[in-house]
Antibody, heavy 121, light 106 residues
Framework: QVQLQESGPGLMKPSETMSLTCTVS??????????WGWIRQPPGKGLEWIGN???????YSNPSLKSRVTISVDTSKSQFSLILTSVTAADTAVYYC?????????????WGQGTLVIVSS | DIQMTQSPSSLSASVGDRVTITCQAS??????LNWYQQKPGKAPKLMIY???NLETGVPSRFSGSGSGTDFTFTISSLQPEDIATYYC????????FGGGTKVEIK
């Protein structure tokens, strides 16, 4: 069974660049039937999709974040990453990485446990 | 952008009650709608995909229905372990989650 594990900085200062990594184990990251994505959840609030990267390298991002988001994949390490530039307190959230099933239908069928990132001066 | 509106935002029901949550899309999303359960401190878990298909391993007391703009998520007989927040999510145009419905025991 596939497992995902996020890793990240924990605490950041405003204007810094956030870099998160998701390590995938128990399954191949290099399959056309899956895409890999990031979702976040501010404390006490709902879920917000950030973006996804597909097998062919195509990425899609939330229009509200698009100018600040970069998603990439390193198949040799079975990892994919999120870069979010110019962070502010509004970016404080639990960040989840997730697998998106894309064969026929689309759903986030496997999730990491989440990593809390706090942006504070 | 497609907006997803869930209601109610919270509800309190007794064990054994039938619980219904609704989700409305701002435009026709066909059946491109999933439902997730999130327990406190945990990652969301897929419950229903494509509006009405039960994910493997999910108890049969959970169900989903609807198409177009109006969708329903039902727990036929609420159990203590169902206490959680439930989210709908569309995938017709990128991905958008509803605001969530917190389910509590009365």
């Amino acid at each position: 069974q596939v497992q995902l594990q996020e890793s990240g900085p924990g605490l950041m200062k405003p204007s810094e660049t956030m870099s998160l990594t998701c390590t995938v184990s128990g399954g191949s990251i290099n399959r056309s039937t899956y895409s890999w994505g990031w979702i976040r959840q501010p404390p006490g609030k709902g879920l917000e999709w950030i973006g996804n990267i597909y097998y062919n390298g195509t990425t899609y991002s939330n229009p509200s974040l698009k100018s600040r988001v970069t998603i990439s994949v390193d198949t040799s390490k079975s990892q994919f990453s999120l870069i979010l530039t110019s962070v502010t307190a509004a970016d404080t959230a639990v960040y989840y990485c997730a697998r998106l099933k894309v064969s026929g239908w689309s759903n986030f069928d496997s999730w990491g446990q989440g990593t809390l990132v706090i942006v504070s001066s | 952008d497609i907006q997803m509106t869930q209601s109610p935002s919270s509800l309190s029901a007794s064990v054994g009650d039938r619980v219904t949550i609704t989700c409305q899309a701002s435009q026709d999303i066909y059946n491109f709608l999933n439902w997730y359960q999130q327990k406190p401190g945990k990652a969301p878990k897929l419950m229903i995909y494509d509006a009405s298909n039960l994910e493997t391993g999910v108890p049969s007391r959970f169900s989903g229905s609807g198409s177009g703009t109006d969708f329903t998520f039902t727990i036929s007989s609420l159990q203590p372990e169902d206490i959680a927040t439930y989210y709908c999510q569309q995938y017709d145009d990128l991905f958008t989650f509803g605001g969530g419905t917190k389910v509590e025991i009365k």
